[in-house]
């Protein structure tokens, strides 16, 4: 089984490359819905409205005709992503950017970071209609670009500084990255826990997964890979395209 560290990430050619960027940002990417605790006026809820039955009753003089029922709704999971930008994900960054841009930008949440040695809050640019652009603003956004690898840093700034933007525990997290990081292993695992205190599921997107018999034996790697819920290729389109499908099938285990 092959370990994968820091010297030999600059080897064959991604084949995300070759795949045409544009095409990258043409795969659709639903965002989950999940059944919520709130509910309302339906027809095979499994709840009786009994509000909504006696206000009815009233109109047939205090005979109930129709047993009304509440039914809970279905809700569209807030997304937070980050990005490593860091120089091992050079060549995944922007491709992987573009077609987040894309494909969540019918989101009705969506906090978007960039990591290397810091975090860098991108939501405001990834409000831009344009994929291009957004890219043009994020790269003057970024300031550690193709530089090292400090998650757990980066991620005990998203804690003291940006906590507000998980959403009740339901916040759906995907973290880009091949996992090589060069910051404190200890660190990083105690970032994580409280990450996954916060978030209803951590999927882990590796574009190292292209490589047949991929183990992450790195640090970083592997506690990235105690913590997350999933770890999930996103090499090529085709995985691109599965990713709906993974994300749906990860949040749907505590509906």
Not at 2 to 24: C, F, T, W, Y
């Amino acid at each position: 089984m092959r370990q994968h560290g820091a010297d030999d990430v600059r080897v064959d050619p991604l084949p995300l490359e070759s795949n045409r960027p544009r095409l990258a940002r043409e795969v659709p990417l639903k965002s989950p819905r999940v059944r919520s605790r709130r509910a309302r006026a339906g027809e095979r809820g499994a709840r009786a409205h009994w509000a909504r039955t006696l206000r009815r009753a009233v109109r047939t003089g205090g005979e109930l005709m129709t047993l009304h029922r509440l039914e809970r709704i279905d809700e569209e999971l807030p997304l937070l992503v980050l990005v490593d930008v860091s120089g091992s994900m050079e060549r995944y960054a922007r491709l992987l950017l573009a077609f987040l841009h894309a494909a969540t930008r019918g989101a009705r949440r969506r906090d978007v970071f960039a990591f290397g040695t810091h975090l860098t809050d991108l939501t405001p640019v990834f409000r831009a209609s344009d994929t291009d652009a957004m890219l043009a603003a994020a790269s003057q956004a970024i300031d550690d670009f193709a530089g090292g690898t400090r998650l757990g840093e980066s991620l005990a700034q998203l804690r003291t500084r940006f906590a507000k933007r998980f959403v009740g525990g339901r916040t759906l997290v995907l973290v880009v990255t091949d996992g090589l990081d060069t910051g404190d292993a200890t660190e990083l695992g105690t970032e994580l826990a409280w990450l996954k205190r916060h978030c209803r599921r951590l999927m882990w997107l590796n574009p190292l997964l292209r490589y047949e018999g991929y183990a992450p034996l790195a640090s970083g790697a592997a506690v990235l890979h105690r913590y997350a819920d999933r770890m999930v290729a996103v090499h090529n389109l085709e995985r691109l395209e599965e990713l709906a499908a993974q994300l749906a099938a990860v949040t749907a285990i505590r509906n």
